[in-house]
Nanobody
Framework: QVQLVESGGGLVQAGGSLRLSCAAS????????MAWYRQAPGKQRELVAV???????HYADSVKGRFTISRDNAKNTVYLQMNSLKPEDTAVYYC??????????????WGQGTQVTVSS
């Protein structure tokens, strides 16, 4: 089965940087959009950044200019470079991908999440 596994989270001070990775594995034929979401305790999950199969990107206003999403199609991996981190960036970060599995249907898949904590 398809699964997404995030890594790279941790504890950093405000102004610091982290790079998150999310690798997809399993019976994958093709991957369309890949995205990062985040969710703070008691808050709604929100979209952080999206990258299409063609490399087009979109960012939430709150992270634009600080975060960069990228992908390595050969590795089925999406990255999120997070710079100039702020305490309000603290959340569990989840990757999401629209994937055509070898079972021949498109579906969205979620990673398990990785904690990012930014201290002031």
């Amino acid at each position: 089965q398809v699964q997404l596994v995030e890594s790279g989270g941790g504890l950093v001070q405000a102004g610091g940087s982290l790079r998150l990775s999310c690798a997809a594995s399993g019976s994958i034929f093709s991957i369309n959009d890949m995205a990062w979401y985040r969710q703070a305790p008691g808050k709604q999950r929100e979209l952080v950044a999206v990258i299409t199969s063609g490399g087009n990107t979109h960012y939430a206003d709150s992270v634009k200019g600080r975060f960069t999403i990228s992908r390595d199609n050969a590795k089925n991996t999406v990255y999120l470079q997070m710079n100039s981190l702020k305490p309000e960036d603290t959340a569990v970060y989840y990757c999401n991908a629209h994937i055509l599995a070898r079972s021949d249907y498109w579906a969205y898949y979620w990673g398990q999440g990785t904690q990012v904590t930014v201290s002031s």
